[in-house]
């Protein structure tokens, strides 16, 4: 009787190895193409004087199809075209030699297990890659477990494809199956970026200030502060300072947030899509500004926002009264005066996801009220800051994520408070554990118009980034259980009736 090799069960390593057989090495047939490696002159020579000078000493790693009979080889092609060449300069090699076969459900489970078997005589080629994977169908998440991929250019693989972009080797770009490319630095200079976020800025008005009042931010993510440097400019004949743009802006009565930035809709809409799931309902206890409401309400989701400013509050309801696009979703976006301390110990209910972006203490000043972090000490601040993290947490569901979007902010002195790392301790007291911390890369926006006084006054480097701390409440291997695979084919429709796929 042929022995069987035996199903792995959970928490269990067993074998794949069902028999050790001789074979007829010149009838095998191969699940990888030619151009599977590049097998250079070299690495052929070298193989070549190994087999003369060891013999054949490794046996040949066999699958059989059980539909054709086939027997395939996973490992071992170069041995036996060297073995053919071998043959035809007068060599005797035998006509059957060992093999091992190996248990594979499918040719599929076959031609995986072809990536695993490494040859130290010829490096797996791009093409070669891309053309195996697409003709098994094989996903390349795939490829990474137990198997090293090749030292090669796969950028083309970051974002939408271009009609000329090998669209017949790769299934999906990364940007295609998440929005972005999910690495642990988002880069919001890229095209792909860019480009969605003019998308959502069509879908609706973005301003965070109230209706009678211009923006300008130091961020640079205003275009107000492009416009006034330069009228300036043009002016004076000479690039602006950005304490004269201040000046000259109050000078006209422009209402300034300094500091002050607009929330990014594509942040937003990927950490919902990742880390929220299908449906859930978002909690937001520094809600600040509309985009985080919005885009949750137009990719399907419930958002609850908290912020203590009464026309913030306003401002952001009608904002999202506004949007064509809400359709049914109204009810299911909402914003709440008050203090996040206060109002969420008399909330009810369950959160899917808690995301926000907390103010950096005084860095941005918000209102005259004392109950605003904005305008406490920094002592009080984070034991406050603290407090909300606590009680966000306690309206979080088990096997959820959080996420907030901070930076480092500098006391006094100039010197770093390690506001970060005060935001994770807050987070691990109350009970998560960091999943993810991510690097948000900003548009340089004004920063090249004040970094050069900041840096030369007291060597401090103009800050573009921030980080995006992403929590965890439960147990890890219900994930996957818990968030299915992406989706992103929602399409909403601008004004001018163009259909656009978010």
Known sequence: MTPTAQHPTPNTVSTRIIKNELVDWSALKYIQQENFKDWTLEAKQKLKTSIIQNQFAQPFYVWKDPASGDIYCLDGRHRTLIMQELVKEGYEIPALLDAIFIDCKDKKEAARMVLLYSSVYAKITENGLFDFAKMYELDFSDLNEGFELPDMDMSHMLGAREENDIPDIIPQSLSEKFIVPPFSILDTRQGYWQERKKVWHSLFN?????????????????????????????????????????????????????????????????????????????????????????????????????????????????????????????????????????????????????????????????????????????????????????????????????????????????????????????????????????????????????????????????????????????????????????????????????????
């Open 206 to 502: 973005s301003q965070e200030s109230r209706e009678d009042t211009e923006l300008i931010a130091k961020s640079g993510q205003s275009s107000a502060v492009y416009e006034l440097r330069n009228r300036m400019r043009k002016a004076t004949g000479v690039d602006p300072e950005w304490d004269d743009i201040i000046a000259e802006a109050k000078k006209q009565g422009l209402h300034i947030y300094e500091g002050a930035s607009i929330f990014d809709p594509v942040l937003a809409e990927i950490c919902y899509k990742w880390f929220c799931t299908e449906g859930g309902a978002i909690l937001d206890p520094f809600a600040g500004g509309s985009v985080r409401g919005i885009v949750a309400g137009l990719t399907g989701f419930k958002y609850c926002g908290i912020d203590l400013r009464e026309d913030q509050v306003k401002a952001n309801h009608k904002q999202w009264s506004e949007v064509p696009q809400n359709k049914d979703s109204f009810v299911n976006v909402g914003w709440f005066t008050g203090d996040s301390n206060i109002v969420l110990e008399s909330m009810s209910g369950q959160y899917d996801f808690v995301f926000s972006c907390p103010p950096y203490h005084d860095l941005e000043k918000y209102s005259e009220d004392p109950a605003d972090l904005s305008n406490m000490n920094y002592e009080d601040f984070l034991k406050v800051y603290t407090e909300i993290i606590q009680k966000s947490v306690s309206k979080l569901k088990d096997d959820r994520f959080a996420c907030f979007v901070v930076g480092d902010i500098r006391d006094r002195e100039g010197i770093y408070r390690n506001f970060v790392s005060k935001t994770i301790s807050a987070f691990q007291d109350a009970g998560m554990n960091l999943y993810n911390e991510i690097i948000l890369i900003n548009v340089a926006g004004s920063l090249p118009i004040r970094v050069g006084r900041q840096f030369e006054a007291g060597r401090k480097v103009g800050k573009m980034h921030q980080n995006v701390l992403v929590f965890y409440k439960g147990d890890p291997k219900n994930i996957r259980a818990n968030y299915p695979e992406i989706k992103v084919d929602e399409f909403f429709e601008k004004e001018n009736k163009e259909v656009v796929m978010l």
